[in-house]
């Protein structure tokens, strides 16, 4: 039971455009967000994260947006630079199950010069 | 270097020997969280544990794996009699706080069994 998707296994984007990479969720109970971004033989590293009482939470080059409805989160990064070059999980989590996270399969970005 | 560690990066075992892994969280943080990640796959949460206690292990499986997080110390995974399934990545995590706050990973131990 895959309860948070990444439907997209790999993204190809040009430099300077902006790269969307896009998770949907099917447990209603989850109510943070989170975004990592993984380098190949490194740990992943945590970018941002978003609560279930906003729909936006932006942080530099990086923004994140929230349909609960939809159950759909989704991370802009804008301008694409090269060095965003990586694989990106979503992540999400349930107040009601402590602390653990439920991640996607990840999407691999390649900004390309 | 306050973040979180863990040793060895690399672990080469035979099939039916342990392998023991080890997590220091970062610094001022006492919840430890630890993930397995297989070939081709995203990260599956396996066991959540504060300082001499186990919150949840519910990702764990059941026979030949086992977690602790003594009073001193690094936390430990413990695999017992390891099978080639058991190869992959395995990430520790902390926070300051347990729930729903950030969690900061580990570079990752690779465990392979030949």
């Known amino acids: 039971d895959q309860q948070v998707k990444q439907n997209s296994p790999s993204l190809s984007v040009q430099e300077g455009r902006i790269s969307i990479l896009n998770c949907d969720y099917t447990n209603s109970m989850f109510d943070y967000f989170l975004w990592y971004k993984k380098y190949p033989a490194e740990g992943p590293t945590f970018l941002i994260s978003?609560?279930?009482?906003?729909d936006k939470n932006e942080d530099g080059r990086f923004t994140v947006f929230l349909n609960k409805s939809a159950k759909h989160l989704s991370l802009h990064i804008v301008p694409s630079q090269p060095g965003d070059s990586a694989v990106y999980f979503c992540?999400?989590?349930?107040?009601?199950?402590?602390?653990?996270?439920?991640f996607g399969q990840g999407t691999e970005l390649s900004v390309k010069p | 270097n306050a973040g979180v560690m863990q040793n060895p990066r690399h672990l080469v075992r035979r099939r039916g020997q342990e392998a023991r892994l080890r997590c220091s969280p970062m610094?001022?943080?006492?919840?430890v969280y630890w993930y397995r990640q297989l070939p081709e796959e995203g990260l599956k949460f396996m066991v959540y544990?504060?300082?001499?206690?186990?919150?949840?292990e519910s990702g764990m499986p059941k026979e030949r794996f086992s977690a602790e997080f003594p009073k001193e110390g690094p936390s430990i995974l413990r695999i017992q009699q390891v099978v080639r399934g058991d190869s992959a990545a395995y990430f520790c995590?902390?926070?300051?706080?347990?729930?729903?706050?950030?969690?900061?990973f580990g570079p990752g131990t690779r465990l392979t069994v030949t």
């Open positions: 995590a902390s926070s300051g706080t347990g729930g729903f706050y950030e969690q900061y």
């Open positions: 992540a999400a989590s349930a107040n009601n199950q402590g602390g653990k996270l439920i």
């Open positions: 610094k001022g943080h006492s919840h």
């Open positions: 978003i609560s279930s009482i906003k």
């Open positions: 544990l504060q300082k001499e206690n186990i919150i949840d």
